[in-house]
């Protein structure tokens, strides 16, 4: 069962226009992150938080722009779509008690395809 | 940085074991685990080990691990055609803030 949503699941886009990937979840979690897998699978860091009002930028560098204003929510924003932007877009949450270190729970993803 | 290793690509038959490798450089690590992504869907999680263990067995998967030489295996006893996935490598340490660095996924086809 999903308990991570990502909304849409597919998108196709002009160059220019603006869009905004959709993240929530329903488990509470204080952590919450946006990775980039590219074709070749490898997963990139782009955006994370540990809490509300709290986004810190990954470990590669994104255009896109997170907002946290609710524990449940992370949207991903992009003002001006590109080409290079194309790509599947996962986004994560992961409990900070029990565990140190929690491992992450993934939505299903959002691959964007720019025109 | 840190880095995590895997291979691209494994192909076994189906019924036998299947063996997914990954080395990591971090040797501050605290878990390591092994996820696995199914085509159109988000990485789910499969196991983890903590640094102080050496194996874990979950019904058909064990885990194990050499922290001496910072490798990590996944074994799948009995793979079956629905075991053909993505599967990564991720480890996290408190070095790191807490945030996971993956490998970059070993292709698993499992032959009929």
């Known amino acids: 069962e999903a308990d991570i949503y990502q909304t849409p699941r597919y998108l196709v886009i002009g160059t220019g226009k603006k869009i905004t990937l959709e993240c929530s979840q329903t488990?509470?979690?204080?952590?919450m992150y946006w990775y980039q897998q590219d074709p070749g699978m490898e997963l990139h860091l782009i955006h994370y938080?540990?809490?509300?009002?709290?986004?810190e930028k990954g470990d590669l560098s994104s255009e896109s722009t997170v907002s946290r204003i609710r524990t449940e929510h992370f949207p991903l924003t992009l003002e001006s779509a590109r080409p290079s932007h194309t790509s599947q877009y996962l986004c994560a949450s992961s409990d900070t008690t029990g565990l140190d270190n929690s491992p992450l729970h993934f939505g299903n993803g959002t691959r964007l395809t720019v025109t | 940085g840190e880095d995590v290793e895997q291979s691209l690509f494994l192909s076994v038959r189906e019924g036998d074991s299947s063996v997914i490798n990954c080395t990591y450089t971090?040797?501050?690590?605290?878990?390591l685990y092994w996820y696995k992504q199914e085509p159109g869907a988000g990485l789910q999680l499969l196991t983890y080990?903590?640094?102080?263990?050496d194996m874990k067995q979950d019904q058909r998967l064990t885990v194990l691990l050499n922290k001496k030489d910072k490798h990590l295996s996944l074994r799948i006893a009995d793979t079956q055609t629905g075991d053909s996935a993505i599967y990564f490598c991720?480890?996290?340490?408190?070095?790191?803030?807490?945030?996971?660095?993956f490998g970059d996924g070993t292709t698993l086809t499992v032959k009929p």
């Open positions: 991720a480890e996290t340490s408190n070095t790191n803030a807490g945030k996971s660095t």
């Open positions: 971090d040797s501050s690590s605290t878990y």
């Open positions: 080990i903590f640094s102080n263990m």
């Open positions: 488990m509470g979690h204080d952590k």
């Open positions: 938080s540990y809490g509300v009002n709290s986004t």
